[in-house]
């Protein structure tokens, strides 16, 4: 499975839902969202910067949190063929 392909999927999927919550019910609390060459940035009011990027020599999604610090998911290819994106520490999933 490409891991570039299944990263840009996932990265606007991402991008996605959270542009439409700061269209609806989230409209006071996100300040900024950009997408621009595998780089997520959506910047909340009151709480600061989420950095979602590929990184592609680890071949992972990392995310930076200004509450929680830095995860690092790993792409799990599924029995069915889906892709999973598991966090390489506890092993949840960042599609949660």
Partial sequence: TDYLENCDVA???IHNTVDELADG????DVDDI???SGVLSIQLKNVGTYIINRQAPNKQIWLSSPVSGP???D???TDDGSVQWLDTKDKHDLAQ
């Fill in 34 to 36: 950009m997408y621009d």
């Fill in 75 to 77: 792409m799990v290819c």
């Fill in 11 to 13: 990265l606007e999927s």
């Fill in 71 to 73: 995860f690092h998911y």
């Fill in 25 to 28: 019910p989230l409209a006071d």
